[in-house]
Every structure is written in C-alpha cells, then in structure tokens.
C-alpha cells in the first residue's frame, strides 16, 4: 500500500521477542522492512519471532541486550548497523510490570522497574539518534500505557515509569524535529499478552475489566502493532510529539 512499502528500511524493536513486541515484529516485516529483534532472556522466543519475521521475505537479526545498561543499548545498535547499514525505526518496547503497596514497595521493586521502562527508553534512544541523525530522517515511538497518563494504584513505579516515557517523548520531539525524526508514544490499555496472562486466566476479571472498556473487549498484542507501524509510515509524516491512545475508548485524554 502507498506509505506502507518499507522494502530497504530497517526496523529494531526492543523486547521483541514476544507480545507487542513480536507482533510489531511481523507487521514491519509484512510491509518489507529488516528487523532486529532485541530480547533479553528467552532466546527460543527470539529465534522463533525470527524465523516467522523471515517468513515475509525479509531479514532478520536476533540481539541480546539489556537495554536499561547504557553499553549494551550501544552494543545492540551497533549489532544492527554492523548487519544492515541503516536505522529507520525505533521501537521502545521494552519493559516490565510488577508493583506493590507504596508502603510495602522495596527499594529494589521501585528500581527495577524504572531502569528497565524509563532508564531502557533512554539509552537506546540515546545510541539511535546519532545515526538517524546522519541519515537525516528517523522514526521513534516509545510503547508507554494508560497507567502513565492516570496513574495506576499499586503499581507507582510502574506509572511513574510510563509517565516518564510520554514526557521522555514529547521533549525529543522538539528535540529531534530539525534533524526529521518523529518522534511518538502509543499508550496501550490491557492488552492480552504473556504479561498479563495471569490477570486474565480468572474468567470474572477478565469480564469486570471488559465492562470497563466501551468497545467491550481486550486488545490484542496486533491492536498495538498496527498503529505503531502507521505511526512509522508515510501517513504519519507529520505527526510528532504525540500520545496516541489505544485502549477501546476506557481513557480518554488529549
């Protein structure tokens, strides 16, 4: 489809080996682009979000990194260029969601969540932006939540985290602007993924947070792979700075 053929763009996608991350995976392949999937643990994962990327044609690299350490973000942009000469798309997907009472948090739960989350964002953001610099174009969008934008009761870190991201986001917009990056934040609401698998094996509360949804269901992982993908096309060209919310209408905000 016109501003959809991204044949000869590359796309790297930070815990892309499962969840929003793979089904990004596919969608950039689907539309012809290289991809680089970044994981940290589950390398079976990795290499079969690879081989279903290479499905479409394409190529596709599996790179471990942890992303919330500054060298191996650097290590891990440096793996993708070494392969493919070229950086397009960013995709900081990357992260963790656990929490706890504020009163009963540890230090260690509070850390880790916002060195993964927000720490991670900014380094590989970090390792990006000098060659999309040189490239003279660029497209980042940071996988933020809904908790971000209202809070989430017992998961502050993890709030907290994601808010940083949607402001993390608007401030490399003007950044970034003059060298044409775009730079954008999607803010999923519950989504199906292994993530959340345990919340929605109890039937009753899968159907008490569906009630709480107007379109009345839960996203699935490609719910949030396709506006990432649109926000990275053509289409979006002039579209920066911004939140884009996809949550089947249960928080509305501008």
Not at 21 to 28: D, K, L, N, Q
Not at 140 to 156: F, K, L, M, P
Not at 186 to 206: H, I, K, Q, Y
Request: with cysteine.
């Amino acid at each position: 489809m016109f501003g959809m053929n991204l044949r000869g763009r590359v796309a790297l996608v930070t815990g892309g080996s499962r969840g929003i991350g793979r089904a990004t995976v596919e969608r950039f392949a689907e539309m012809g682009a290289q991809v680089v999937i970044n994981y940290v643990r589950d390398e079976r994962a990795a290499e079969e979000t690879r081989s279903a990327a290479e499905s479409f044609g394409v190529e596709a690299l599996a790179v471990r990194a942890d992303v919330a350490e500054a060298l191996e973000a650097q290590q891990l942009v440096s793996a993708c260029l070494e392969r493919f000469g070229r950086l397009d798309f960013l995709i900081c997907n990357a992260g963790v969601w656990e929490g706890a009472p504020v009163d009963s948090m540890s230090e260690e739960q509070w850390e880790k969540v916002i060195r993964v989350n927000l720490k991670g964002t900014w380094a590989v953001c970090r390792a990006s932006v000098t060659q999309m610099k040189r490239q003279g174009s660029g497209r980042i969008v940071i996988v933020s939540s809904t908790a971000g934008q209202r809070g989430e009761s017992n998961y502050s870190n993890y709030a907290a985290a994601k808010g940083g991201q949607i402001a993390f986001a608007k401030s490399l917009a003007t950044e970034l602007a003059a060298s044409n990056i775009n730079v954008n934040a999607v803010a999923p609401g519950w989504v199906l993924t292994e993530m959340t698998e345990g919340v929605f094996r109890d039937a009753s509360r899968r159907r008490s947070i569906e009630l709480e949804i107007p379109l009345g269901r839960v996203a699935s992982a490609d719910d949030v792979a396709r506006p990432i993908l649109f926000l990275c096309s053509d289409w979006a060209r002039h579209i920066t700075g911004e939140v884009l919310n996809i949550n089947g209408g249960s928080v509305l905000c501008g």
